[in-house]
């Protein structure tokens, strides 16, 4: 099995009339969910979809999401699944304009910044919404996504055939160097094998039953749930949305969840409400009462986030690491050997080695940036050839831009992030587009972003902001300038306006002695830490 089409094939034949997804009080089978996949594909190809072409999925956690995803597969087309708390035009219209999309299935919430986009992008010609159109919201682009549905005889939309194993199967945006998203190819394979490894690592089964709260434009969510849960013909129970957490919790109660996949903010805030009796016998006796695992993902998990979480709700929790690049994961706990403060090993048909600055490898101990190679990783950066060779060492293993360390029994350690990344509730925040931004208002002379972490293993963005000399700007003046040109989750949450910012005889600006100074200060008298 080498494509997502003999995945879907596979699954509907081996699943049937089995329940595939649980959404409230709906449910699809794995047998519909393939008629309905064949259906939706074939009026995406009346609308140009055909091998190669890109659509753009922004959307909430549903069974439309999938169904979108698979039936772009099907024809060999590509799928363009983006972050949609992304609604700032210019970064959204860049990204749609970068792909090509030929159209986008959404939902009516984020109708008017897709609209407000749309002027920007000459090859956008058609917007599918899967609930109702607002009047007051419509775009003229706007169609029903029901009215991509058409009948679809065997074999439809020209069978699996219409895509290769070497195919891409979907572009996923990640901040560059620049601050400007990269689109990362990833191809059939790439997801395929990724998610094969991925279950033979947790030691998954049929009998697990699995529960998605992570957006599905996450490729941790998408690898890691949606895919195993198809690979394994497993009931996926889905939550549009991570918050507010009680339904989910129900459900999961009632579905019988064994495996919960989560980011570790998730962890930590379920550790700290389990604090409470009551809660805490609802939690472990209904919601996890069935969950034999956790995994984590998409940010460093505390220890004691691990710890607690174990200890008051019963459930072992093993962590994952990787980047979309490959797919996501790289490396995972095993089960059985579960070392906190390690990452796990690399998984199946994955090799990891730490290299110095010249590209030598280092021997097991030392400290360096971790490289990647195998079947996970991507094809390449979309359009950008020479960003792809630049994220390949000579010898052809893919350069994280982590740095990190394996022991002599081979557990992967993350000790920091070469580039300036910082991790928000599991979404990247690049530190240079944030300082582009607060470098356009008039008093600001420079700044420096840092992630600055906090009890529950999340970063929040602190800025440090040097003002132009004779200017007077107030912090709450500069919030609100943020607050018009930055998404939520990329806005500083605290600025200090400083008279300098450490540099090195380079004038680059020491950010590792900030972070370090914040740490300092965060660990007080009087402090957590102290």
């Given at each position: 099995?080498?494509?997502?089409?003999?995945?879907?094939?596979?699954?509907?034949?081996e699943?049937?009339?089995?329940?595939?997804?649980?959404?409230?009080?709906?449910?699809m089978?794995?047998?519909?969910?393939?008629?309905?996949v064949?259906?939706?594909?074939?009026?995406?190809?009346?609308?140009?979809?055909?091998?190669?072409?890109?659509?753009?999925?922004?959307?909430?956690?549903?069974?439309?999401?999938?169904?979108?995803?698979?039936?772009?597969?099907r024809?060999?087309?590509?799928?363009?699944?983006?972050?949609?708390?992304?609604?700032?035009?210019?970064?959204?219209?860049?990204m749609?304009?970068?792909?090509?999309?030929?159209?986008?299935?959404?939902?009516?919430e984020?109708?008017?910044?897709?609209?407000?986009?749309?002027?920007?992008?000459?090859?956008?010609?058609?917007?599918?919404?899967?609930?109702r159109?607002?009047e007051n919201?419509?775009?003229p682009?706007a169609?029903?996504?029901?009215?991509?549905k058409r009948?679809?005889?065997?074999?439809?939309?020209?069978?699996?055939?219409?895509?290769?194993?070497?195919?891409?199967?979907?572009?996923?945006?990640?901040?560059?160097?620049t601050?400007?998203?990269k689109?990362?190819m990833?191809?059939?394979?790439?997801?395929?094998?990724?998610?094969?490894?991925?279950?033979?690592?947790?030691?998954?089964?049929?009998?697990?039953?699995?529960v998605?709260?992570?957006?599905?434009?996450h490729?941790?969510?998408w690898?890691?749930?949606?895919?195993?849960?198809?690979?394994?013909?497993?009931?996926?129970?889905i939550?549009?949305?991570?918050a507010?957490?009680?339904p989910?919790?129900?459900?999961?109660?009632?579905?019988?969840?064994?495996?919960f996949?989560?980011?570790?903010q998730?962890?930590?805030?379920?550790?700290?409400e389990?604090?409470?009796?009551?809660?805490?016998?609802?939690?472990?006796?209904?919601?996890?009462?069935?969950?034999?695992?956790?995994?984590?993902?998409?940010?460093?998990?505390?220890?004691?986030?691990?710890?607690?979480?174990?200890?008051?709700?019963?459930?072992?929790?093993?962590?994952?690491?990787?980047?979309?690049?490959?797919?996501?994961?790289?490396?995972?706990?095993?089960?059985?050997?579960?070392?906190?403060?390690?990452?796990?090993?690399?998984?199946?048909?994955?090799e990891?080695?730490?290299?110095?600055?010249?590209?030598r490898?280092?021997?097991?101990?030392?400290?360096?940036?971790?490289?990647?190679?195998g079947?996970?990783?991507?094809?390449?950066?979309?359009?950008?050839p020479?960003?792809?060779?630049?994220?390949?060492?000579?010898?052809?293993?893919?350069?994280?831009?982590?740095?990190?360390?394996?022991?002599a029994?081979?557990?992967?350690?993350?000790?920091?992030?070469?580039?300036?990344?910082?991790?928000?509730k599991?979404?990247?925040?690049?530190?240079?587009q944030?300082e582009a931004v607060?470098?356009?208002?008039?008093?600001?002379?420079?700044?420096?972003?840092?992630?600055v972490?906090?009890?529950?293993?999340?970063?929040?963005?602190?800025?440090?902001?040097?003002?132009?000399?004779?200017?007077?700007?107030?912090?709450?003046?500069?919030?609100?300038?943020?607050?018009?040109?930055?998404?939520?989750?990329?806005?500083?949450?605290?600025?200090?306006i400083?008279?300098?910012?450490?540099?090195n005889?380079?004038?680059?600006?020491?950010?590792?002695?900030?972070?370090?100074r914040?740490?300092?200060?965060?660990?007080?008298?009087?402090k957590?830490?102290?």
């Open positions: 099995m080498s494509t997502l089409n003999e995945l879907l094939d596979r699954a509907a034949r699943g049937g009339r089995r329940v595939a997804y649980a959404m409230g009080e709906r449910t089978s794995f047998e519909e969910l393939r008629r309905e064949l259906s939706v594909a074939e009026g995406l190809r009346a609308a140009g979809a055909g091998k190669g072409e890109r659509m753009a999925i922004i959307h909430r956690n549903a069974p439309e999401f999938v169904i979108a995803y698979l039936a772009l597969s024809l060999g087309a590509i799928a363009v699944p983006i972050n949609f708390m992304v609604q700032k035009p210019d970064e959204l219209a860049y749609l304009r970068d792909c090509g999309a030929l159209g986008v299935v959404t939902q009516a984020f109708l008017p910044g897709i609209a407000a986009a749309a002027d920007k992008c000459p090859a956008l010609k058609s917007v599918w919404v899967s609930d159109i607002p919201r419509a775009s682009l169609r029903a996504f029901a009215e991509l009948p679809a005889s065997e074999p439809a939309a020209g069978g699996a055939d219409h895509a290769c194993e070497d195919d891409v199967a979907a572009i996923l945006y990640t901040s560059g160097t601050g400007f998203p689109g990362v990833l191809t059939h394979r790439n997801l395929v094998t990724n998610c094969d490894s991925s279950i033979k690592r947790i030691l998954l089964t049929k009998r697990d039953v699995t998605c709260i992570l957006p599905m434009f490729s941790f969510a690898t890691a749930i949606v895919l195993t849960s198809l690979r394994l013909t497993l009931k996926c129970v939550s549009p949305s991570i507010p957490p009680k989910w919790l129900k459900a999961m109660g009632a579905h019988g969840v064994t495996l996949a989560a980011v570790p998730v962890y930590a805030a379920l550790g700290r389990a604090r409470d009796w009551k809660t805490r016998l609802f939690l472990r006796f209904w919601a996890f009462r069935k969950t034999r695992v956790g995994v984590s993902g998409a940010a460093p998990l505390a220890p004691a986030t691990a710890k607690t979480f174990r200890e008051t709700l019963g459930v072992p929790i093993v962590e994952g690491w990787g980047l979309t690049e490959t797919s996501p994961v790289a490396t995972v706990t095993p089960p059985d050997d579960i070392r906190l403060g390690f990452v796990g090993t690399p998984i199946e048909g994955v990891l080695k730490v290299v110095d600055d010249d590209e490898e280092l021997p097991r101990g030392a400290e360096g940036e971790i490289c990647v190679r079947d996970n990783v991507m094809k390449g950066y979309w359009g950008l020479e960003a792809t060779a630049a994220a390949f060492t000579k010898d052809g293993w893919l350069k994280t831009g982590d740095v990190g360390l394996i022991d029994d081979g557990f992967l350690a993350i000790r920091d992030r070469k580039k300036d990344m910082i991790i928000v599991g979404l990247k925040v690049f530190s240079a944030v607060i470098a356009e208002n008039p008093s600001v002379e420079e700044s420096a972003i840092i992630g972490p906090d009890e529950a293993g999340d970063e929040t963005i602190k800025a440090f902001v040097v003002l132009k000399k004779g200017c007077c700007l107030e912090k709450s003046a500069l919030m609100q300038f943020l607050r018009e040109k930055l998404d939520a989750y990329k806005r500083p949450r605290d600025v200090e400083v008279d300098s910012l450490p540099k005889a380079l004038q680059k600006v020491l950010k590792r002695e900030l972070r370090q914040e740490l300092a200060k965060n660990a007080g008298p009087g957590k830490g102290a």
